[in-house]
C-alpha cells in the first residue's frame, strides 16, 4: 500500500509550536529547490503543497503526517531569500531553532540539493547548522531529470566527499526514485 501524506499542522510563530510526540523528518532546501513539488509527488497530488510562483514567500512550519506508519514530514521552508527583511529572517531563525530544541523525536534532515548546482554556500551552512544540532543529514538532489547522468554524477561524488553520505537523486518531474526516497524516509523514522 501506498503511503499517504495529510498536511495537519501549519506553524507561523513560537507560541503556537508544541511537542509533537512521534517522529519527525525535517524536509529543507533553499527556496525554489523544487520541495512543494516533491511533497506533491510523494502525495500523488497536484496540490497539498503550494508550488512556490513567488519564491520564500510562505514562511511556516507544516506538518504532514505520514499513514500508515505515524510519522511527520516537517516541511522547513526556504532559507536563503533575497527578498526578505533581516528582521523577518531572525524571526524564521528563532522559530526553527527553537522546533529543534530538545525535540527528541526527530530522526532526520531531508536536505534537498539541486542537482545543476555545485555544492553551494547556503546549502552547507544550512547543513552545518542541523549537524550542530546533533540531526543527521539525508541528502537529496531534486531535479534530477533537467541533468545528465555525467553531470549529476559529479555534483553527487562533491556532495558524497563533503557528508560522506551519497545523495539520493530525484525528480518531482519524471518520478525517479520516488519509491526509494519513500523507503529511505520510512526506514529512517521507524528504524
Ligand atoms: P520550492 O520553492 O522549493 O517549493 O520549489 P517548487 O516546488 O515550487 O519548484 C520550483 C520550480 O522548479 C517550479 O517551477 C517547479 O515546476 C520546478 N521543479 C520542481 N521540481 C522539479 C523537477 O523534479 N523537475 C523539473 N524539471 N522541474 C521541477
Not at 88 to 112: C, F, M, P, S, T
Request: hydrophobic share 35%; charged share 25%.
Amino acid at each position: 500500500m501506498d503511503n499517504t501524506l495529510t498536511l495537519i499542522k501549519t506553524v507561523y510563530e513560537i507560541n503556537q509550536l508544541e511537542l509533537v510526540a512521534a517522529p519527525q523528518i525535517i524536509l529543507a532546501g533553499r527556496s525554489n529547490v523544487g520541495k512543494s513539488s516533491l511533497i506533491n509527488c510523494l502525495a500523488s497530488r497536484k496540490k497539498l503543497a503550494k508550488i512556490s510562483s513567488t519564491p520564500g514567500k510562505t514562511r511556516s512550519l507544516n506538518y504532514y503526517e505520514v499513514e500508515p506508519h505515524g510519522y511527520y514530514i516537517v516541511d522547513l521552508p526556504g532559507y536563503g531569500y533575497a527578498k526578505c527583511s533581516k528582521t523577518e529572517r531572525a524571526k524564521w531563525g528563532k522559530l526553527i531553532d527553537r522546533y529543534l530544541q530538545d525535540n527528541a523525536y526527530i530522526a532526520a534532515a531531508a536536505v534537498l540539493l539541486d542537482s545543476r548546482l555545485t555544492p553551494q554556500k547556503n546549502d552547507i551552512e544550512m547543513i552545518s547548522y542541523f549537524k550542530h544540532c546533533n540531526v543527521p543529514i539525508l541528502p537529496i538532489m531534486t531535479k534530477s531529470d533537467k541533468t545528465k547522468q555525467r553531470e549529476r554524477a559529479k555534483v553527487q561524488s562533491q556532495w558524497e566527499d563533503i557528508l560522506k553520505v551519497k545523495p539520493l537523486c530525484v525528480s518531482s518531474k519524471s518520478g525517479m526514485n520516488r519509491t526509494n526516497l519513500w523507503n529511505l524516509l520510512d526506514r529512517t523514522a521507524i528504524p
